[in-house]
């Protein structure tokens, strides 16, 4: 009996006796004669790892890339979105091996509770090469590198190399690699990159988002209660904490929940996957979220500033949730806001 249907998040359980995936990814066949046994199979050089019993396969962890397809046979990803993945997936090699050797990691501080590492800067080369390699003449705007000019300014790069570096250096496996693409000022191509979990979150502006090249959608709730909604706290703009914790009491008497994990993008690439029902959080930098904000749009959620407008490029406050959560949330926020939170 043959039920493929990879890729199966880790945790998942399904009754097995063969599975298949589409050819054009992996085969990958397990007989029910292994019962009651462990496996590791290599399939193409990924690594996949199963616990078998008589009737179901339970995937521990997984390492799985779903590429989209014409009938030709040829991938249809925007040539750009393709330099962006294949970016993010070089600089999340050199993450992943340096997560498994934390000890031997650099740490600064470059600011107030703000931390850069050698890997933030080995991570971020191998973007700005990847790019470099296919795009010359684009400019770039990296975190820890600053402004690359370039000839062409109608393209610009915005990269994070490492959104998380605290829970990194801490050995928190919750960080992301995240990389926009704008062009003449908007928003085009988005990536945001989970190594360690291997999933790649990417949005064409106008193409919808996908995760692992399958697509994804926002929850649309009707009202906050129930919701589970992300948020930062003001770690680097502590002023701002008295304001801030008086919108969270407000918030969280009507929620069911609130996660603060530590990395925008992947807040914001969670919003788009449904896993949180809504995001804000203020002071964040272009590169934080100018990915993750794309590909929360083309999930179906709305991106807003503390106003209700669309200013947050440039004060950095984002709103983000399907239209009626940002609506509500934006009603709890607006009293509270000091003069400089409005801006």
């Given amino acids: 009996m043959a039920l493929a249907a990879l890729p199966m998040l880790p945790g998942w359980e399904v009754p097995i006796n063969t599975t298949r995936t589409f050819s054009n990814i992996l085969l990958l066949d397990i007989n029910s004669k292994n019962a009651d046994s462990t496996t590791a199979t290599n399939v193409k050089n990924d690594f996949y790892f199963f616990t078998i019993t008589t009737s179901v396969v339970i995937i521990r962890r997984r ?36 997560y498994e050797q934390l000890e031997k990691v650099e740490v600064q501080q470059k600011g107030s509770n703000d931390f850069v590492t050698n890997v933030d800067k080995e991570a971020e080369l191998a973007i700005i090469n990847t790019i470099r390699k296919s795009y010359p003449e684009h400019s770039i705007v990296a975190e820890e590198s600053g402004e690359l000019a370039g000839s062409d300014n109608d393209y610009q790069w915005i990269i994070d190399p490492l959104d998380g570096t605290t829970n990194f250096v801490r050995g928190v496996p919750h960080f992301a690699v995240s990389i926009a693409l704008r062009v003449k000022g908007k928003t085009e ?61 407000d918030l969280f008497t009507d929620v069911a929940d609130m996660r603060r994990a530590g ?9 788009a996957a449904g896993r949180f029902d809504g995001f804000w959080e203020l002071g964040l ?3 934080d979220f100018a990915a993750g904000e794309l590909i929360a749009k083309e999930a179906g959620a709305i991106v807003t500033d503390f106003a209700g407008n669309h200013d947050y490029l ?30």
């Fill in 314 to 343: 440039k004060s950095g406050n984002l709103v983000v949730g399907g239209p009626k959560v940002v609506k509500q949330l934006l009603s709890k926020i607006r009293p509270h806001l000091t003069e400089s939170m409005s801006r």
């Fill in 189 to 249: 191509q988005a990536v945001v990159y989970d190594p360690i979990n291997n999933e790649l979150f990417s949005a064409t502006r106008g193409a919808g988002a996908q995760l692992n090249g399958y697509r994804i959608r926002s929850t649309q709730p009707k009202e906050l209660k129930g919701t589970l909604l992300a948020t930062g706290f003001p770690f680097k703009q502590k002023h701002h904490s008295e304001a801030y914790f008086n919108i969270f009491a």
């Fill in 63 to 98: 390492k799985f890339i779903q590429r989209s397809l014409t009938s030709s046979g040829e991938s249809d990803m925007h040539p750009m979105l393709n330099i962006a993945v294949r970016a993010a997936r070089n600089a999340g090699n050199v993450i992943a091996k340096a």
């Fill in 263 to 271: 990395s925008a993008a992947l807040d914001l690439a969670y919003v």
């Fill in 285 to 287: 930098k272009p590169w």
